[in-house]
C-alpha cells in the first residue's frame, strides 16, 4: 500500500499577496518577512521559506465538515510559488526534521487513529494508520504549534 500527500493549492492564496496590511487583517491574514531557517513551512511548497522571504500567515479551515473534529488553524504560504507534487510514497524534506501528528479520518470525517511521531520515520506511521481500511485520508500536523500541514490519501 502506498500513499500520496498533497499540498495545498497555490491558487487559492496567491492573491492574497496583492492585498494591503488592512486588507489581510479582514482576512485574518498578515504579511512577514521571514527571519529564521527552517522554521515557516508553506503548506503550497512544502518547503520552508527561506530568510527575507515574504509569506502570508493566513487563517485557513483544514477540516471544514461539520463533525466535532470541524478544525483550523493559522499556516504559511510563500510568495510565487508552485504547488509541491511530491512523488507517491515520497515525504517531502521539510516533515523530516520535525514531530509530526498524524490524523487519520473515516469517511464521516471522524478522526479514528491518531500518532506523534518523528518525520525520519512519517512513512511507517502513514502506512500503519492505513492498514486499517476504515482509514479514508489522514491529515499531517506540526505536532509542537498544531498547525496543519497537509493531506496524506491512500494509493491504492
Do not use: W
Amino acid at each position: 500500500m502506498s500513499f500520496q500527500i498533497v499540498a495545498l493549492s497555490e491558487g487559492n492564496f496567491q492573491h492574497l499577496f496583492s492585498m494591503s496590511d488592512e486588507e489581510l487583517k479582514v482576512q485574518n491574514a498578515r504579511r512577514e518577512i521571514v527571519d529564521e531557517f527552517p522554521g515557516t513551512p508553506c503548506r503550497v511548497s512544502l518547503e520552508d521559506a527561506k530568510v527575507g522571504e515574504e509569506v502570508i500567515l493566513v487563517h485557513y479551515e483544514h477540516q471544514p465538515e461539520d463533525t466535532p473534529y470541524k478544525a483550523s488553524h493559522a499556516i504559511f504560504i510563500r510568495k510565487g510559488i508552485a504547488e509541491a507534487v511530491p512523488q507517491t510514497g515520497e515525504v517531502p524534506t521539510l516533515f523530516r526534521h520535525r514531530l509530526m501528528s498524524v490524523r487519520a479520518f473515516d469517511s464521516q470525517h471522524n478522526m479514528i487513529n491518531a500518532d506523534a511521531v518523528e518525520g525520519e520515520i512519517l512513512e511507517t506511521a502513514i502506512e500503519k494508520l492505513f492498514s486499517n481500511l476504515s482509514v479514508d485520508y489522514i491529515h499531517l500536523h506540526y505536532a509542537m504549534p498544531g498547525c496543519y500541514a497537509a493531506l496524506v490519501l491512500r494509493i491504492s
